[in-house]
Nanobody, 116 residues
């Protein structure tokens, strides 16, 4: 499995921005897909965005046009740039990685709180 270390969560006002980072313990070229998921209180964990090795991205409809997932191969890090944040974006955000052996790893989770 891959060890994932997340950073960048916090409190922001509605309309503001945050950037989340997820650093992998080994080369992201050994990982098929990396993604961000979130879980709000009382709700199931849901997909936010994913990015594949070739760079194909996928977004939940609720974040399209506001969030951008990207990666820095040299730093083995994936980012989630979140703009125009809304109170409904408040959740614990988790990074995950599916490696070439199809083993799935999760980060520890970051709290993101958007105040109205």
């Amino acid at each position: 499995q891959v060890q994932l270390v997340e950073s960048g969560g916090g409190l922001v006002q509605a309309g503001g921005s945050l950037r989340l980072s997820c650093s992998a313990s080994r080369s992201i070229f050994s990982i098929r897909v990396m993604g961000w998921y979130r879980q709000a209180p009382g709700k199931q964990r849901e997909l936010v965005a994913t990015i594949t090795i070739p760079g194909t991205t996928n977004y939940a409809d609720s974040v399209k046009g506001r969030f951008t997932i990207s990666r820095d191969n040299a730093k083995d890090t994936v980012y989630l740039q979140m703009n125009s944040l809304k109170p409904e974006d408040t959740a614990v955000y988790y990074c995950n990685a599916l490696d070439r052996n199809y083993a799935l790893s999760w980060g520890q989770g970051l709290q993101v709180t958007v105040s109205s």
